[in-house]
């Protein structure tokens, strides 16, 4: 065998042409000439939580960073996002009160409805979109109605189709529904359409697992089942050939922009959604990614921004067009600079 390795690697180089991958790394400037996958500010939503009140801005216990805002706080920070360049935030809205079939969710005068009225008259070029969803208006704290002990799917669809409506008629510029029951977006469609909307587009929230990653969220949100689990609507963490049917029939009914949830735990499914359709493609790096991110970074386990942006460039990279992120307004600050 051979007595000198190294002597032999150069020696091969020269007789069959390793390649030197190397040498496209060796300076910042060629590594930056050649970088496959670029994240911009304007990939980014920031999710906003709403609660009525004046002058609250309450920090969300298991999300530092993040915030429960009454209205005229979530203006300003509405502000702040579009002054930072990020293009859109995702309104939720927590209810003064929940009741069984989540009443507020489709009120004229709801939360969400009047913060989106507020945004957009004080912040008129952000994009203003709705999350549609039945969870943090009902008692119960689940996405539709209940019956006997099951969340039933058809009565729930008409209801979010009558909320969609009524966000849109408030002024969103799009909406988001995140039930995953079936045939809300076609429902939605229909609804806002016979109303004349007929440009305001829909971005489904198309193949959404039933993750333990939404833990912080149902604190910031208050929306916690108070019984049983989202597992008879949202997907089996174990499938992704159902996460393409479950996309390819949202198209059909007519959504805008197809988005997958989680992201970081889900990033084979963003790509086989993005190579198979070729749609605007959104991933949700839901709380949970973020809290333990925080959370290590606090401890100072990890360089917390430096995996910040290697995580959402991994979500790009993946095939996401857009991400909603609680990261958005940190990203967007080393971003700019
Ligand atoms: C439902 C909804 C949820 C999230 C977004 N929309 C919670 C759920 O399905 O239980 C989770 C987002 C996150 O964890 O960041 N309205």
Redesign the pocket.
Same mark, same amino acid.
């Given at each position: 065998m051979n007595e000198h390795p190294i002597l032999s690697v150069t020696q091969q180089s020269q007789s069959e042409q390793i390649r030197r991958f190397r040498r496209l790394r060796m300076k910042e400037s060629l590594r930056t000439m050649v970088r496959e996958t670029e994240l911009a500010v304007t990939d980014l939503i920031d =999710?906003l939580f709403i609660v009525p009140g004046k002058k609250v801005r309450k920090e969300i216990r298991s999300m530092p960073g993040v915030f429960q805002l009454s209205i005229d706080e979530a203006v300003r920070e509405a502000a702040r996002v579009k002054e930072l360049g990020i293009p859109a935030v995702i309104l !939720?809205g927590i209810p003064e009160h929940k009741d069984e079939v989540g009443s507020e969710a489709y009120d004229e005068a709801g939360i969400v409805q009047m913060a989106v009225r507020s945004i957009k008259k004080e912040v008129p070029e952000l994009v203003v979109i709705t999350?549609v *969803?039945l *969870?943090?208006y009902t008692s119960h704290g689940h *996405?539709g109605i209940v019956r006997d002990g099951i969340i039933v799917n058809d009565e729930s669809v008409a209801l979010l189709a009558k909320e969609a409506l009524t966000h849109v008629r408030a002024g969103a510029d799009m909406v988001a529904p995140?039930d995953m029951f079936d045939g809300r977006v076609k429902a939605i469609r229909a609804a806002l359409d016979e109303d004349g909307f007929l440009d305001t587009p829909i971005m489904s929230y198309a193949a959404?697992y039933a993750s333990g !990653?939404?833990g =912080? !969220?149902?604190d910031a949100?208050e929306?916690a089942p108070q019984f049983g689990d989202?597992r008879s609507h949202?997907m089996d963490p174990a499938n992704s050939n159902e996460a393409l049917h479950e996309v390819e029939q949202d198209i059909r009914e007519g959504a805008d922009i197809v988005m997958v949830k989680p992201a970081l735990s889900y990033l084979d499914v963003i790509r086989r959604v993005k190579d198979r359709f070729q749609m605007p493609t959104a991933a949700?790096n839901?709380?949970?990614e973020y809290a333990m991110v925080k959370a290590a970074g606090r401890n100072g386990w990890i360089d917390e921004p430096r995996v910040m942006m290697e995580l959402l460039t991994s979500i790009k990279r993946a095939g996401a067009d857009l991400i909603l992120t609680y990261f958005a307004k940190d990203a967007a600050g080393l971003l700019r600079r």
């Open positions: =999710p !939720f999350d *969803c *969870c943090e *996405c995140s959404k !990653f939404y =912080p !969220f149902r949100a929306s989202r949202q949700y839901v709380s949970g």
